[in-house]
């Protein structure tokens, strides 16, 4: 046990700078860090070999615990205390309607002929102009202003087939 203390305690400085450097300057998580790294140290000391450099043995452990912590935290996320949280930052609207709203437009734009959901694709979500659009699909400028128009007429109608009547919830009735 002696020994060990003789060997260790020196070594308690640089410990504590290279903790901080990992940590980045956090002087309360990298004190945590070196307390972590002496208690292994000690509990597992029957493990270190006797003719390898205790210094060495005392920064792969500091390091190795580091990195856990740090993938730990990248995991997890910060720590926020909810009192310091701002109201902003927790509350989000709800995701459930916009994804079957989503779901809802895939489906329509399935439904879509071949030639008016390739140009609709290419001016509303690749934006590209009608030119350009033309010559990709090696039509003329006019078709592909009318096949937009069609599409997207197509797409809106079969959208708001899909949507209850005047954004109310559907009427449901009882089946006997």
Aim: a positive charge.
């Amino acid at each position: 046990m002696k020994d060990m203390m003789i060997l260790v305690e020196p070594l308690i400085p640089a410990l504590r700078r290279y903790a901080r450097s990992l940590l980045r300057a956090d002087a309360a998580a990298a004190d945590d860090l070196v307390q972590d790294c002496l208690e292994r140290a000690i509990t597992r000391w029957h493990q270190r070999r006797a003719d390898g450099d205790a210094r060495t043995w005392l920064f792969t452990i500091l390091h190795n615990l580091a990195v856990s912590r740090l993938r730990q935290a990248a995991r997890r996320g910060w720590h926020v205390p909810i009192d310091d949280a701002d109201e902003a930052a927790t509350a989000r609207p709800p995701t459930q309607e916009a994804g079957l709203r989503h779901g809802e437009l895939l489906r329509a734009l399935d439904t879509l002929p071949e030639e008016q959901r390739s140009v609709l694709l290419l001016v509303s979500v690749e934006d590209l102009t009608y030119a350009e659009a033309a010559k990709v699909l090696d039509v003329p400028i006019g078709t592909v202003m009318s096949r937009l128009s069609r599409a997207r007429e197509r797409l809106q109608r079969t959208m708001d087939a899909d949507a209850p009547a005047s954004g109310r919830a559907p009427i449901l009735r009882r089946v006997k």
